[in-house]
């Protein structure tokens, strides 16, 4: 497949789409990311371990907030969703949340190496349980996803190719849109994405981190 560079004209939905409170989210997380890789923390291989570092002693850490400029938002980990159809990965309460409970965006988690086994994992029990069992609910229909890249693969190539093949060509109940689009978040991180997915009669967006820590995990 040939990978092309997109670029504004090339988005078929306008930018206000976008939520610039999520994509402001996705940068923090970012900043989080960049100094796990800064200070070469050691994770295994597991994906709850890697996420509960990146929680426990990056986004809720008040030294590392600060250091970032992490306000405003809070950053949970494995909590229910408000109606009990699942437990969220991330859970980032907004201020809003203050006024309405069921204001929180979710973002789930998932391992990949460049494999079938784990590029299948990461939509069929990653994307779908947006898109098609609803276990976790979109706010202001926009939801979000971590790839935690394990082994040294070329991330584009997987996203571009492998991913979005069984996007369109195996999970088509998935009723995508859109499939994994380049959609840059902060200047200095390449690996950032976006895809569209119809869900009830409406346009809902997933944004997609991809965390190459291929060189942090463990053996």
């Known amino acids: 497949m040939n990978i092309q560079k997109l670029n504004a004209n090339d988005f078929i939905y306008s930018i206000t789409v976008y939520s610039h409170e999520f994509e402001d989210i996705l940068s923090q997380l970012i900043a989080c990311y960049c100094l796990m890789k800064s200070d070469n923390c050691v994770i295994q291989n597991n994906e709850n371990l890697i996420r509960d570092t990146l929680v426990n002693n990056y986004l809720m850490n008040n030294d590392v907030r600060k250091q970032i400029g992490i306000s405003g938002y809070l950053f949970y980990r494995e909590l229910p969703t408000t109606d009990n159809t699942g437990r969220v990965d991330i859970h980032i309460v907004p201020p809003k949340a203050f006024q309405d409970t069921d204001a929180y965006y979710i973002i789930e ?111």
């Open 109 to 219: 988690c998932k391992r990949l190496d460049g494999g079938k086994e784990l590029n299948r994992e990461y939509i069929g029990n990653g994307i779908a349980r947006f898109t098609n069992e609803k276990k976790y609910p979109f706010y202001e229909n926009i939801a979000g996803m971590i790839g935690f890249v394990i082994k040294k693969i070329d991330i584009h190539q997987n996203t571009y190719c492998n991913i979005n093949e069984l996007l369109q060509n195996t999970f088509t109940k998935i009723n995508t849109e859109r499939a994994l689009t380049k959609k840059e978040i902060s200047p200095n991180f390449e690996y950032s994405y976006y895809s569209s997915h119809k869900i009830d009669g409406d346009s809902k967006i997933i944004y997609h981190l991809m965390f190459d820590f291929s060189d942090n995990i463990s053996s």
